[in-house]
């Protein structure tokens, strides 16, 4: 990957839409060329796909982070894989056998529901279970989303 590949991902960061013609207009090069090299990063892996982000008034996102016990961690990661639509996302971190889940509903009572679920379930494999939601998005490049730069006389929370 070379520089105009980065200069590439930067611009579709923000715009996943962003045409061909904009891209090639925006890095010094041709409609066509742009393309191709979209869709070598396509093949590389390198973009492996494109989402489409929707707002939802209300929507609360939750995070969950689980360390499992010593030979658990696949048994626990194949039970919240396979659970609900609530879970969008799933990371393996580099903490030894940690798991990491993105979990997203408009009803603060499916998310509740959900963690009596894993605790029921993996309850005796985990060391450590962790909830967190979260309260305001600061920055979301992947979204397309621009926020506004708050003042610290805005902020109105604890420092």
């Known amino acids: 990957m070379d520089e105009k590949d980065k200069e590439i991902l930067d611009l579709m960061k923000g715009n996943a839409r962003i045409s061909y013609q904009e891209l090639g207009d925006a890095i010094g090069m041709s409609r066509v060329a742009a393309k191709k090299r979209v869709m070598k ?22 995070f969950i982070d689980i360390v499992t016990a010593p030979g ?22 580099t903490k030894e056998n940690h798991i990491h889940i993105v979990a997203v509903s408009d009803s603060i009572t499916d998310l509740r529901y959900l963690m009596r679920m894993i605790r029921k379930k993996c309850g005796d494999d985990m060391v450590e279970f962790h ?6 998005v600061v920055k979301d490049v992947y979204g397309g989303i ?11 929370g604890d420092h």
């Not at 909830?131 to 305001?136: D, V």
């Open 131 to 136: 909830c967190h939601a979260a309260t305001e």
């Open 41 to 62: 990063l396509e093949n590389e892996g390198i973009i492996r796909g494109y989402n489409t982000c929707i707002y939802r008034e209300g929507e609360v996102t939750l």
């Open 146 to 156: 621009r926020y506004e730069q708050r003042s610290e006389s805005d902020d109105e």
């Open 72 to 93: 658990k961690y696949e048994k626990v990661l194949e039970y919240v894989s396979t659970r609900t639509a609530f879970i969008r996302q799933i990371y393996k971190t």
